[in-house]
């Protein structure tokens, strides 16, 4: 009678990178539970006052970096690339908005009651209007051509090429802003009712916290702008012709669906919410100037991969996660405010290494699958 060999028992390989993983987040969680204790029960430096000052802060700045990384999402979901000239076409917006507020200031507009009155102060709203709709048209013409001049005739080449091409034109654009509008920063010059600084008036800890009204119009627009995208994407004819292209462009052309039409509204919408980013930018903290959007559309970048890249709730949520905690962390680790873009890149690194899909996770089609 022939012996039964067992069968081989095989050996579990250790994953050391999931044990190093693992360790890295206890410590990184245990460094973050002493620093609450320290910072809320020990030192105790600032009140709740503060604490909210910064709160705001964050919650303004990210609803910027929602915006400008919505406009990244778009495009990865179409064509998975980055897109890394956005933040540049952020800035050609906030210059635009800059301009229509410089000429309406100079157009005169008088009342027996004023007669050295202007435009600008005179119709303010509308000179708000006017500044978004002329900063969210040219920035969105200005992503309509660069898809045209940058990345079409890349298209079909390996995906490194549209990268290096988006960093050239990204460079592009900020050496002809820099020739166009001089190396100067420039302040915004902001309609009365929404002068910088002034607000409503919350009274926390006997003390005044100021909720500027700059503030407070860039957070409800951008709110506004990010319910009006997410309905024109799942509810709209476009938005399902947007889907179609992002999970098969050979299945969506088959049926009936321009895909050159579709990518180049894509870059419209994005640019056009990267204008709006653009002037809520400049109303809100005064200053443009032709490096201004390099900064801003990198921590866009890093909001969209935090909220999981393609992922257009992940990306609202990605930005204001972002902006809240550069705001909040500088004080929270003890280090000082000039670190505070050290934090925010160290999230990106972070991300990367615990959930790299982000947070609300990687929306993946079958042809990247």
């Known amino acids: 009678m022939e012996q039964e060999v067992a069968p081989p028992v095989l050996k579990r390989r250790t994953d050391y990178y999931k044990i190093a993983q693992t360790i890295l987040g206890i410590g990184f969680s245990l460094y973050l539970l002493y620093r609450f204790y320290i910072v809320f029960f020990v030192e105790q430096v600032y009140g ?15 609803s910027v970096y929602a915006l400008i990384a919505i406009g990244y999402t778009l495009v990865y979901g179409i064509l998975f690339m980055i897109n890394f000239a956005h933040g540049d076409v952020m800035m050609i917006g906030a210059f635009a908005g800059y301009f229509v507020f410089e000429a309406l200031n100079y157009i005169p507009s008088p009342t027996p009651a004023n007669p050295d009155l202007n435009f600008l102060n005179h119709y303010p709203w509308i000179a708000v209007l006017l500044a978004f709709l002329f900063g969210m048209g040219i920035a969105s013409a200005s992503g309509f051509f660069l898809e045209r001049i940058a990345y079409r005739p890349l298209r079909g080449a390996p995906r490194l090429v549209p990268l290096i091409s988006a960093i050239g034109a990204s460079i592009f654009l900020e050496n002809a802003a820099q020739l166009l509008f001089g190396s100067q920063r420039r302040d915004y010059t902001n309609p009365a009712i929404l002068e910088r600084g002034s607000g409503f008036t919350l009274m926390v800890n006997d003390s005044e916290v100021i909720l500027t009204y700059t503030g ?154």
């Open 216 to 369: 407070v119009l860039t957070m409800v627009l951008s709110f506004l702008i990010m319910v009006a995208l997410y309905t024109l994407v799942r509810r709209t004819r476009l938005g399902r012709s947007m889907r179609a292209v992002a999970e098969n462009k050979p299945v969506a052309a088959l049926m009936g669906i321009d895909v050159d039409k579709v990518i180049s509204r894509t870059f419209l919408i994005s640019g056009a919410l990267a204008g709006a980013a653009g002037v809520m930018w400049g109303i809100h903290l005064g200053l443009v100037y032709y490096f201004m959007g390099f900064l801003p559309g990198i921590k866009a970048f890093t909001a969209a991969v935090l909220g999981g890249i393609g992922n257009i709730p992940g990306a609202m949520l990605g930005g204001l996660f972002l902006g809240v905690v550069e705001s909040v962390g500088p004080a929270f680790l003890g280090w000082n405010f000039q670190l505070k873009d050290v934090i925010a890149f160290g999230i990106l690194v972070l991300v990367l290494i615990f959930r790299p899909t982000g947070i609300l996770g990687e929306v993946l089609s079958e042809e990247k699958l």
């Open 48 to 62: 709740a006052d503060t604490w909210l000052r910064f709160i705001i802060a964050g919650l303004v700045i990210g």
